[in-house]
């Protein structure tokens, strides 16, 4: 069971450099959910999905892009790298708004 | 502003002894779910409450929900090394558009042998 799929696991990048962190999920779930996670802190929101063609901001949307054109894939999209944006990303989604949701093992992003 | 806070941020204690871990705010939610992390892993969920006044016990865990649906506590008896980890609450408040689902900045818990 695949699950939620996040790619890449690593990667560093260069200030203004532009990257897109891949999502998907094999649970036909409708709602996804893009998180950082800094050092020893919980999880911010930056933007979720309720739906394919239905997308909102969080609580630190700032800096980043996403788009949901198929209820599998939510992509989040870096457009100018900054070194604030060096974190941990969690992909997670969820069968509807009280039921679990699931994690996918992270990307750790490096911006130098 | 943290929406959702907890405490303690840090807790370091020995095997067997019991502990509790808060998660408060002043707004009022429509559900309220306890995950536990491991490093380099994502969350997994422990339970979701949804009843104002709810206890449920997994185990050795008991969690509660406020009756005002404002707060919740993470009750660990006998803690053992097994149970270290982060501990995050997460929420949706009841007027928000679906799917916000906010966590807490979580509690890193050390069980000591």
């Known amino acids: 069971n695949a699950g939620v799929t996040q790619t890449p696991k690593f990667r560093i990048l260069k200030i203004g450099q532009s990257m897109t962190l891949q999502c998907t999920q094999d649970m036909n779930h409708n709602y996804m959910y893009w998180y950082r996670q800094d050092p020893g802190m919980g999880l911010k929101l930056i933007y979720y999905?309720?739906?394919?063609?239905?997308?909102d901001k969080g609580e630190v949307p700032n800096g980043y892009n996403v788009s949901r054109s198929t209820t599998e894939d939510f992509p989040l999209r870096l457009e100018l790298a900054a070194p604030s944006q060096t974190s941990v990303y969690f992909c997670?989604?969820?069968?509807?708004?009280?039921?679990?949701?699931?994690f996918g093992q992270g990307t750790r992003l490096t911006v130098v | 502003t943290q929406l959702l806070e907890q405490s303690p941020q840090f807790l370091s204690i020995q095997e067997g002894e019991n502990l509790t871990v808060y998660c408060n705010s002043s707004?009022?939610?429509?559900?309220l779910q306890w995950y536990r992390q491991e490093p380099g892993e994502g969350p997994v969920l422990l339970v979701t409450v949804v009843t104002g006044g709810e206890v449920k016990k997994l185990k050795r865990l008991t969690f509660q929900f406020g009756d005002a649906r404002k707060d919740s506590s993470l009750h660990i008896t006998a803690a053992q090394p097994g149970d270290t980890g982060l501990y995050l609450c997460a929420a949706r408040q009841v007027l928000s558009q679906g799917g916000k689902l906010i966590f807490g900045q979580g509690t890193e818990l050390s069980v000591k042998p």
């Open positions: 707004s009022v939610f429509s559900s």
């Open positions: 999905s309720v739906g394919a063609g239905i997308t």
């Open positions: 997670a989604s969820s069968y509807r708004d009280f039921s679990e949701a699931f």
